[in-house]
């Protein structure tokens, strides 16, 4: 009886020594998750400004979008030019004034984009080799840019006077067609828009575009050295 007695006296103790240590480790891991949730909650404490951020991305993206997507592109529109005036004629400015930006027109893809209404208007001026013929061409060679349609001739003199030799000055209207999602209907948040500056030729322009919402209009003024 007093071996078994000693026997069960020693298992107790036993007993008491293990849940003893495994209590100790559990009050360990206990304080180490309590340190990891206080860590926790001063990380959200310091992101609770931006709780609503995602929110407030997702009520402004369609408004960007929309106006990514009905925006005339002033800078493609520029380089293209820029390949397309004939050697017998010179731009001296022009001024342009694109369709307002409409947020409510509804995304489209190719090869159904369309044209936004009211198309915009540009006027050129500029100076030609004393042939008609040369006003013509540059005529043509505008009516060609997908930006540009209607081509109007408003004036052509022979200006005998201005210049060492004859020239003609001009003055040429056309309508701004802007392409309803003709470069896509999102803004690519990933890749970044490309900055606008200089044209290929390296003339700086004076305006750049400024699209709005409502009524506000897009308008560039692009004026050569003389």
Request: avoid cysteine; hydrophobic fraction near 40%; proline fraction near 6%.
């Given at each position: 009886?007093?071996?078994?007695?000693?026997?069960?006296?020693?298992?107790?103790?036993?007993?008491y020594l293990f849940y003893f240590v495994r209590f100790g480790s559990e009050q360990d891991r206990i304080a180490a998750v309590d340190q990891d949730i206080a860590q926790q909650q001063a990380r959200?404490?310091?992101?609770?400004?931006?709780?609503?951020?995602?929110?407030?991305?997702?009520?402004?993206?369609?408004?960007?979008?929309?106006?990514?997507?009905?925006?005339?592109?002033?800078?493609?529109?520029?380089?293209?030019?820029?390949?397309?005036?004939?050697?017998?004629?010179?731009?001296?400015?022009?001024?342009?004034?694109?369709?307002?930006?409409?947020?409510?027109?509804?995304?489209?893809?190719?090869?159904?984009?369309?044209?936004?209404?009211?198309?915009?208007?540009?006027?050129?001026?500029?100076?030609?080799?004393?042939?008609?013929?040369?006003?013509?061409?540059?005529?043509?060679?505008?009516?060609?840019?997908?930006?540009?349609?209607?081509?109007?001739?408003?004036?052509?003199?022979?200006?005998?006077?201005?210049?060492?030799?004859?020239?003609?000055?001009?003055?040429?209207?056309?309508?701004?067609?802007?392409?309803?999602?003709?470069?896509?209907?999102?803004?690519?948040?990933?890749?970044?828009?490309?900055?606008?500056?200089?044209?290929?030729?390296?003339?700086?322009?004076?305006?750049?575009?400024?699209?709005?919402?409502?009524?506000?209009?897009?308008?560039?003024?692009?004026?050569?050295?003389?």
């Amino acid at each position: 009886m007093l071996i078994l007695g000693a026997l069960l006296v020693m298992l107790m103790i036993g007993l008491y020594l293990f849940y003893f240590v495994r209590f100790g480790s559990e009050q360990d891991r206990i304080a180490a998750v309590d340190q990891d949730i206080a860590q926790q909650q001063a990380r959200i404490q310091e992101l609770s400004p931006y709780a609503d951020l995602q929110a407030r991305l997702d009520a402004k993206k369609p408004i960007a979008d929309g106006i990514y997507r009905t925006r005339f592109p002033w800078d493609e529109f520029l380089q293209g030019l820029a390949f397309v005036i004939p050697d017998s004629t010179a731009l001296d400015s022009f001024v342009g004034q694109a369709t307002p930006v409409n947020i409510q027109t509804p995304p489209v893809e190719p090869p159904t984009v369309q044209a936004l209404e009211p198309p915009g208007t540009i006027t050129f001026t500029g100076v030609a080799e004393p042939e008609y013929q040369n006003v013509s061409d540059f005529m043509v060679r505008m009516n060609n840019l997908r930006f540009l349609a209607n081509t109007q001739l408003t004036t052509a003199e022979l200006d005998r006077e201005t210049f060492a030799s004859e020239a003609i000055t001009f003055e040429v209207s056309a309508e701004l067609v802007t392409r309803v999602g003709d470069d896509g209907n999102e803004v690519r948040l990933e890749d970044g828009q490309p900055d606008e500056g200089e044209d290929d030729t390296g003339a700086p322009l004076e305006d750049q575009q400024a699209s709005r919402t409502g009524s506000n209009v897009s308008e560039v003024e692009y004026q050569y050295g003389q």
